[in-house]
């Protein structure tokens, strides 16, 4: 199956977009983390969720350092704790 550009999830046909979300949680199932590893490697944080959080977000540094955080809907990042 041919992905399709989340830009164009609004204009999708249901049967688009039933393929869009096919597609997209295929991915999400069979992720290996190597796209985290190398946000990692390239000295950029990353962003996940855990169960245990609910509150928040995790964001992990390349360093190790964990922090709970919680993102507004304009963006903006507040960190609520270390971990």
């Given at each position: ?7 164009e ?23 290996d ?51």
């Amino acid at each position: 199956m041919t992905a399709l550009p989340i830009e164009e999830l609004d204009s999708m046909t249901p049967a688009e977009e039933k393929q869009f979300w096919t597609v997209f949680e295929s991915a999400l199932a069979h992720d290996d983390g190597q796209a985290a590893r190398l946000h990692l490697a390239a000295g950029r944080p990353i962003h996940y969720c855990d169960d245990r959080y609910p509150d928040g977000v995790i964001r992990k540094w390349p360093d190790g350092q964990r922090e709970l955080v919680k993102v507004d809907s304009t963006g903006n990042v507040t960190v609520l704790r270390l971990l």
